[in-house]
């Protein structure tokens, strides 16, 4: 499956961002997705992620109450609600499809299938 992220920008603290992922190639809803980001320096850390029909959705602690993901399969897309951004979430943002409709927990990136290009979010203080 292929992934094609958009949404991100600079935006100050407090402040929000809704990222797209919009997806083809494959069945979209024979897939798990979700969200990882990658700062400098750092290694790529799970964010959000949410099972093939939306009826299960993990969050890393520190974005939880504060990021929401949903899906639409009629339209092959995925979205990344941010609210409340921090600077700390600044970070290249990447889509990403399990290898199958299930996430059994958490995802980590050996998990993941395919990745996005991924999308730049910058959080200023």
């Known amino acids: 499956v292929q992934l094609v992220e958009s949404g991100g920008g600079l935006v100050q603290a407090g402040g929000s961002l809704r990222l797209s992922c919009a997806a083809s190639g494959r069945t979209f809803s024979n897939y798990a997705m979700g969200w990882f980001r990658q700062a400098p320096g750092k290694e790529r850390e799970f964010v959000a992620a949410i099972n093939w029909s939306g009826g299960a959705t993990y969050y890393e602690d520190s974005v939880t109450g504060r990021f929401t993901i949903s899906r639409d399969n009629a339209k092959n897309t995925m979205t990344l609600q941010m609210n409340n951004l921090k600077p700390e979430d600044t970070a290249v943002y990447y889509c990403?499809?399990?290898?199958?409709?299930?996430?059994?927990?958490?995802?980590?990136?050996?998990?993941?299938?395919?990745w996005g290009q991924g999308t730049q979010v910058t959080v200023s203080s």
């Open positions: 990403a499809a399990a290898r199958n409709r299930f996430w059994i927990r958490a995802p980590t990136p050996k998990d993941v299938g395919s």
